[in-house]
């Protein structure tokens, strides 16, 4: 199972996304073709990202990918790349959309504006508030992870996602709920990407279908039970950081 890259998408070296992700994972395919004896299955995590903006939603994996960002494109590559390893490896891509959970760097949207409101910080820089996407459960993902290395189809590429969006908005109205706590939300606009997917939401059929051959179901627990655990997670970060 390859989940190492560099994810976020503002980071701010454009080249490390293709040596990371692309070359990176190249090196890794090497290295395991030439293994004495060869894994029965190799999951690759790609993203979601490589659809970018498209008026098609939800998405499924026949959507034609046209990524609008360097980390997207990076993806897309190294999906390209591995294809060139399927007759020597049992390969099996993954495209997950946004997930999260506690112990998310808070680069990350979801961690950021959890650490903010157990906080009780008084305002909050924002980019693009006008956006939607799914923001499923780490341990959702995980799960999908492991059961697709056990019964996923070589060559195949599955999304991991529930089908349910999220706008920001909605995000910050139930944190807001949660916490008792309404901080001052400032646009940044140096936080704006100009280049922004507005709205990311996937199809899972294709995952439920294989599972179901299997007898397996995911759990995928409501926003609200996430971002609890999140809330939780940052209140002990705060206290630690206090003492």
């Given at each position: ?106 680069n990350f949207l979801i961690p950021k504006l959890a650490m903010h409101f157990a906080a009780h910080a008084p305002s909050i820089a924002l980019g693009n508030l006008d956006v939607e996407r799914e923001f499923n459960d780490v341990q959702m993902v995980c799960d999908a992870y492991l059961l697709l290395l056990a019964h996923g189809e070589p060559g195949e590429a599955y999304n991991i996602c ?82």
């Amino acid at each position: 199972m390859h989940l190492a890259a560099i994810s976020f998408v503002g980071h701010e070296n454009d080249a490390a996304f293709y040596a990371v992700n692309v070359v990176g994972t190249t090196n890794l395919l090497d290295a395991l073709v030439q293994l004495p004896e060869r894994p029965d299955r190799v999951l690759l995590a790609s993203s979601a990202n490589i659809y970018g903006n498209t008026a098609r939603s939800p998405i499924d994996e026949n959507q034609p990918p046209a990524p609008v960002n360097h980390y997207g494109m990076s993806k897309l590559a190294m999906e390209y790349m591995a294809r060139t390893y399927r007759d020597r490896l049992n390969l099996v891509i993954t495209r997950p959309f946004n997930y999260t959970g506690p112990g998310q760097d808070a680069n990350f949207l979801i961690p950021k504006l959890a650490m903010h409101f157990a906080a009780h910080a008084p305002s909050i820089a924002l980019g693009n508030l006008d956006v939607e996407r799914e923001f499923n459960d780490v341990q959702m993902v995980c799960d999908a992870y492991l059961l697709l290395l056990a019964h996923g189809e070589p060559g195949e590429a599955y999304n991991i996602c529930s089908g349910r969006p999220y706008a920001l908005r909605y995000v910050i109205e139930t944190l807001a709920r949660m916490t008792s706590h309404s901080p001052r939300i400032e646009v940044n606009p140096a936080f704006v990407r100009a280049n922004e997917v507005h709205r990311l939401c996937g199809n899972p059929n294709k995952l439920r279908v294989l599972l179901a051959k299997q007898g397996a179901v995911l759990t995928e627990p409501a926003l609200e039970e996430t971002l609890a655990r999140m809330l939780l997670a940052a209140k002990g970060r705060t206290a630690a950081s206090i003492n």
